[in-house]
């Protein structure tokens, strides 16, 4: 039997280009695999850093689709529907190592209602008054503790020692949001207490609910969710009125550590 010695592709770590209008936000992303394709037909799932063997020799085109922990799960990886693939045609040498570094971009129909990255000069999000309290505060911090060294972060402070009180930030009201299409909420966080994220549906007669959709577990270190919420939308029914919220209560944490950047709303149009 003939035996095929293999050419390899190297998986690079990815990075995401955003437009310089800054109608996408900051370019923040973690993707830590890829699907691979040769010539369209997969080649399976890989971590970055992974070296890929390839039965095959000369053209051809090898593409990189960025795979998300689906809803935050690491057993479930997606590929992210908001980003287009990248793809490169290789001259593929056997038992040679060619390099693919991605550069991921958001789709061209990418819709972005909501944009917090806390480089204005106000916040895109406000204080839900029937629960906040004196020393309960959000504000923006660019120390060490942000996600970038120099740029803007929202750090929570949790001061007001009021017992089983909470924070909660929601939005302006979006309307008739779209329904049965690719609807995607990103954060980057890092905290020492649950972070929940939600949304209030009102209907054309003024009724409201509230929905949790998630709850962020304390992470020492900056994270990123990438949450679905196409299902969510469709369920509340056409014709509503919607605010995302994010909350945070210390519970018995002494100490809380809450920082949170690049809170995007994105869906396809």
């Avoid at 962020?216 to 900056?222: A, F, I, S, V």
Wanted: proline share 6%; charged share 20%.
């Amino acid at each position: 039997m003939e035996v095929i010695v293999p050419s390899y592709i190297f998986l690079n770590s990815s990075i995401l280009s955003t437009k310089y209008d800054n109608s996408q936000g900051d370019p923040s992303s973690r993707i830590e695999d890829y699907y691979v394709f040769q010539n369209g037909e997969v080649r399976g799932l890989f971590n970055i850093n992974a070296r890929v063997p390839i039965q095959a020799t000369g053209k051809n085109k090898i593409r990189v689709s960025p795979a998300i922990k689906y809803n935050g799960m690491a057993e479930q990886r997606i590929i992210y529907p908001m980003f287009n693939h990248y793809e490169l045609e290789f001259d593929l040498v056997q038992n040679k190592v060619d390099t693919i570094k991605p550069i991921f971009t958001y789709v061209d129909n990418a819709v972005f209602p909501l944009i917090e990255d806390y480089e204005g000069s106000g916040l895109a999000m406000e204080y839900n008054m029937a629960t906040k309290q004196i020393g309960d505060t959000l504000v923006r911090d660019n120390g060490p503790g942000a996600i970038s060294p120099g740029k803007f972060s929202g750090r929570v402070d949790l001061k007001s020692g009021i017992q089983n009180s909470f924070l909660e930030m929601y939005s302006k009201v979006f309307n008739n949001w779209p329904r049965f299409t690719p609807f995607y909420l990103e954060l980057d966080y890092k905290c020492n207490i649950p972070i929940v994220i939600g949304m209030y549906a009102t209907s054309s007669s003024g009724d409201v609910t509230k929905t949790p959709l998630y709850v962020l577990n304390p992470k020492e270190d900056w994270n990123k969710l990438y949450l679905d919420i196409e299902s969510d939308i469709n369920r509340a029914g056409a014709g509503m009125q919607y605010r995302i919220f994010i909350s945070f209560a210390k519970g018995s944490e002494q100490n809380p550590m809450v920082w949170i950047d690049n809170l995007k709303v994105i869906y396809l149009d």
